[in-house]
């Protein structure tokens, strides 16, 4: 017998006024702590909270993070998008040049490619993972392209042998949007690190965080000097260069941002391995309850968490994916459905209406580049995968009893539209 639903009058699986869930909005799904005072205490007391002074936190946590990831270079910024923005930057591409991404991100991804007046070119997503289906980049090069922009979705690597392939084929660049991906792999390489830059955000959700941040790592020379010059207003502070040779912008982290940074990328292992653990056990309930697709990692790749998604069988349960969501949603579990407004970003209105400035189309237009269109029926597995996978921000305060009510949940709602089926 299946128990009464919520939605149906029955008694919630979690009373949220009771029991409320971690989460990265506040300190209980957030590893912060002493660690982070004391560094603070040492930058205001130093009193040089910009990074060329003081305490030098910044440059400490960039050698951390270098470090952790195993790369020669490591530049703090403000934010992923500033970290994206940096990266395309430091490529020096032409007005118009086109950069292949994916329909599934964050708006930060296409500001990177269009403040430097470049044009995205979205390929489809696989339904399973809602990443860039890598089979769809090699068709959507022309001679203008230059870059890929991967996005490590959710915390889940793209295949990245696929992607380099192409790239090492048709020369390009290869941008890791590793901003909800901190410490994924690969086989056995860190995302970030594979491509030619990676990118990293330190929002408030995010693995680590300071609130808001970001960091843009390369093994690169060249490229690691670029980074440093376009995110410092091309200032060269190695005094070899009178004067400033190109434009950049000011996406300096403050010593503030950077206090906290470092002891949170001191934590990453915690972080990580909590992220980790809970959600392996909820994969692994979800796994045992008929109907219930648990989320799909590919086997190469090592998932770091920062969404926990699944999807269901609607056949088998006889009901709707939104149906399925609004009853969870009764039952006090926190899953919505799809991800940043559940269309293809590239079909927001700046994109599909090419009004990125003024009234004009630009730079999707003559002379500078070419009139790319965003159509929603181009993407028919986005329009799938959001509105059929079902998505909860996951953090490091999940504990195993929230892992208990999450299957629980789950499992009930599951058997009551499966015994209707
Ligand atoms: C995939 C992706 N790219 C870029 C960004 C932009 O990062 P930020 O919000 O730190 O600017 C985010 C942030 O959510 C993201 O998830």
């Known amino acids: 017998m299946s128990q009464k639903l919520a939605i149906n009058g029955g008694t919630p699986v979690r009373d949220t006024s009771v029991k409320p869930w971690p989460s990265v909005g506040n300190a209980s799904g957030r590893m912060l702590g002493e660690e982070e005072l004391a560094n603070l205490r040492q930058v205001i007391e130093s009193g040089s909270l910009n990074r060329y002074g003081g305490a030098m936190m910044v440059k400490q946590f960039e050698e951390a993070f270098a470090e952790r990831m195993g790369v020669r270079h490591a530049c703090a910024v ?30 930060g991804t296409m500001i990177a490619i269009l403040m430097q007046n470049c044009i995205p070119v979205c390929v489809d997503v696989d339904r399973r993972t809602m990443l860039m289906d890598t089979a769809n980049i090699e068709e959507a090069i022309t001679d203008r392209t230059r870059a890929i922009i991967v996005v490590h979705l959710f915390g889940q690597p793209v295949p990245m042998d696929e992607v380099m392939q192409i790239a090492d084929k048709y020369g390009l660049y290869v941008i890791e949007d590793s901003a909800q991906a901190h410490d994924a792999q690969w086989d056995d390489k860190k995302v970030g690190t594979i491509g030619h830059l990676g990118c990293f955000s330190l929002q408030q ?51 503030l941002q950077g206090a906290v940074a470092l002891a949170q990328v001191r934590k990453m292992d915690a972080i990580i391995g909590n992220r980790r653990r809970t959600a392996g056990m909820l994969r692994e309930r979800l796994a045992a309850i008929e109907g219930i697709i648990p989320p799909y990692v590919h086997p190469r790749a090592t998932h770091s968490w920062w969404i926990f998604s699944f999807q269901i069988d609607q056949q088998k349960l006889g009901c709707t994916t939104a149906e399925f969501a609004r009853a969870l949603s009764a039952e006090g579990l926190p899953f919505g459905t799809g991800y940043a407004g559940g269309i293809p970003i590239c079909c927001y209105p700046a994109l599909k209406e090419h009004k990125a400035y003024g ?63």
């Open 78 to 107: 403000t934010s992923g998008t500033a970290a994206l923005h940096t990266a395309v930057g430091a490529l020096r591409l032409e007005v118009g040049d086109e950069i292949i991404t994916t329909t599934v991100t964050d708006m």
């Open 359 to 421: 009234s004009g189309n630009f730079p999707w237009e003559p002379p500078y580049g070419r009139d790319v269109q965003y159509r929603e029926e181009d993407y028919p597995e986005t329009m799938w995968a959001q509105a059929n996978t079902l998505v909860m921000s996951w953090n490091e305060g999940l504990t195993e009893d929230d892992v208990e009510d999450l299957a629980r949940g789950v499992q009930k709602v599951a058997d009551y539209f499966g015994s209707r089926a």
């Open 205 to 255: 959700s995010k693995q680590i965080t300071t609130g808001d941040g970001g960091i843009v790592i390369t093994n690169d020379d060249e490229l690691a000097d670029h980074v440093r010059l376009f995110s410092d207003k091309y200032y060269d502070r190695t005094g070899a260069n009178r004067g400033v040779m190109r434009l950049g912008v000011n996406y300096r982290m403050t010593e």
